[in-house]
DNA sequence: GGTCAATCATTGACCCGTCAACTAATATAA
DNA sequence: TTATATTAGTTGACGGGTCAATGATTGACC
């Protein structure tokens, strides 16, 4: 048990190690950052969808997902339109030179991803992926009034 | 090999979302955050250090370690002065009163780690931990040139 | 139909991080 | 010893995130 408690705190140390020295090499590796590559990736996989929507998708919350999107739309990756049924949503969609685009970026993506699971093999992927997913369901149950 | 290369992005996308939704509860449940705590943790295992030195300990760069300190010497947790034999060095120190309040963070640190860690035995442990070193090794090794 | 509530988007205030430019102090070496 | 390099720390510009307040639009209900 005494073990168990001291890797307690390094493995969540570790966890926010990793995701502050991940970012800032995804971003120089691929050009982009990883939410702005997940706000695109998901429209992407869809011809419209409005703000709110999306946001539900992806981890950042609205007041970002708006400014992301007006940056997006000032480089000409992206479209926005109001509902004419609904004036209050807003649809977005890629241009596109935005579907072209992140192609790319996917491809620089994946090598990246390669590198930072490189040797492990298929059944500690599994392992793993299934020990964060459960890591990930905990953090979701813990209520900040407790 | 096609079911390990999906697990590759799942996996990395888990490690992402798990920070982006760590950090904001960390910091509700013990109401201070990972990398204040981070900082103050360091000090509180030594009596005097320079800003340098600390800030090799932690994973932010010097601009953020000066205004964090600037922040709690407002705050009166932590005391700076100059090291008199070069005065290039800023030292710094935890106030008796930082010192004290410490412990309190420590502990609900200590309530939210077991809660992320909920239902992980000892050797699940000791094999995350392992894999996330692994994972963290291959993160430092990525070059952006390449 | 007019008021009230709910919903989507935007904005402002703030926190935290990086990078790059700058200042100040010290070390080095011609 | 004086010019140059190095080192520590600070600051400004910027990117990106949250929360809370606001505006606009629509839905619901008396």
Chains 1, 2 share one sequence.
Do not use: W
Request: proline fraction near 2%; hydrophobic fraction near 30%; charge should be negative.
């Amino acid at each position: 048990m005494s073990n168990s408690c001291s890797d307690e705190g390094k493995i969540v140390y570790r966890l926010y190690e990793i995701s502050k020295q991940t970012s800032p090499k995804f971003e120089r590796c691929t050009g982009i950052s990883q939410s702005r590559l997940d706000l695109l990736t998901k429209l992407f996989e869809v011809d419209e969808i409005s703000q709110t929507e999306l946001q539900k998708e992806v981890n950042i919350d609205h007041a970002a997902v708006t400014r992301h999107l007006k940056q997006l739309e000032e480089k000409g990756m992206v479209t926005r339109r109001k509902n004419p049924a609904d004036n209050r949503f807003m649809f977005v969609r890629l241009t596109d030179e935005g579907r072209t685009s992140i192609s790319a970026y996917q491809d620089e993506k994946q090598r990246f991803i390669s590198k930072v699971l490189n040797g492990f093999n298929e059944e500690e992927r599994s392992l793993l992926l299934n020990m964060l997913t459960r890591i990930q369901d905990n953090v979701s149950n813990i209520d900040p009034n407790d």
